[in-house]
T-cell receptor, first 113, second 112 residues
Framework: LAKTTQPISMDSYEGQEVNITCSHNNIATNDYITWYQQFPSQGPRFIIQGYKTKVTNEVASLFIPADRKSSTLSLPRVSLSDTAVYYCLVGDNYGGSQGNLIFGKGTKLSVKP | DVKVTQSSRYLVKRTGEKVFLECVQDMDHENMFWYRQDPGLGLRLIYFSYDVKMKEKGDIPEGYSVSREKKERFSLILESASTNQTSMYLC???????????FGSGTQLSVL
């Protein structure tokens, strides 16, 4: 199972771009990379997912280098409401094998005014 | 929107009690999961189910059991609650689409 490593915490200011990098050296060929966001007292919420190169949606961008051993979640122009814990997951998630999804400890992002 | 509903937001139980945590999803998802979340430990998978009456152990199944009699409902059972089972319990479901879990709001269980 691919294990992920992320910074425990990060600080930023409103309006800045925030990049959170996740290491996953043992990622397997069939694994996808998925990021979740969690606010206090709520369940995690899916943000973005990718397999290789770059993926962008209305919330974030995900950059994945060619070797796929790391990925970077990019949040453009953060606001106070982006203060949350961000989780990086890798896994091969077909049918019953979704049990191999592993949530690490995540990165606690604090956005200051 | 997909909705995953957990029956209780907060629950207080006594040591030795049998505890049922209920989870219902409304999107006909095949796969359902129970996690617990503790400060400093992140989310840990207790059990998951990929079909009715099917269950698989996760990383920390000891002290727990599950039941999935209907596709939309996945129950977590603490046969004899202990204080070390005080935690936030999160239910999730998915179709099987790669990695996209939908979570409920969680049940904060306190065992006294």
């Amino acid at each position: 199972l691919a294990k992920t490593t992320q910074p425990i915490s990060m600080d930023s200011y409103e309006g800045q771009e925030v990049n959170i990098t996740c290491s996953h050296n043992n990622i397997a060929t069939n694994d996808y990379i998925t990021w979740y966001q969690q606010f206090p007292s709520q369940g995690p919420r899916f943000i973005i997912q990718g397999y290789k190169t770059k993926v962008t949606n209305e919330v974030a961008s995900l950059f994945i280098p060619a070797d796929r051993k790391s990925s970077t979640l990019s949040l453009p122009r953060v606001s106070l409401s982006d203060t949350a814990v961000y989780y990086c997951l890798v896994g091969d998630n077909y049918g019953g094998s979704q049990g191999n999804l592993i949530f690490g400890k995540g990165t606690k992002l604090s956005v200051k005014p | 929107d997909v909705k995953v509903t957990q029956s209780s937001r907060y629950l207080v139980k006594r040591t030795g009690e049998k505890v049922f945590l209920e989870c219902v999803q409304d999107m006909d998802h095949e796969n359902m999961f129970w996690y617990r979340q503790d400060p400093g430990l992140g989310l840990r998978l207790i059990y998951f189910s990929y079909d009715v009456k099917m269950k698989e152990k996760g990383d920390i199944p000891e002290g727990y059991s599950v039941s999935r009699e209907k596709k939309e409902r996945f129950s977590l059972i603490l046969e004899s609650a202990s204080t070390n089972q005080t935690s936030m319990y999160l239910c999730a479901s998915t179709t099987g689409e790669v990695g996209k879990l939908f979570f409920g709001s969680g049940t904060q269980l306190s065992v006294l």
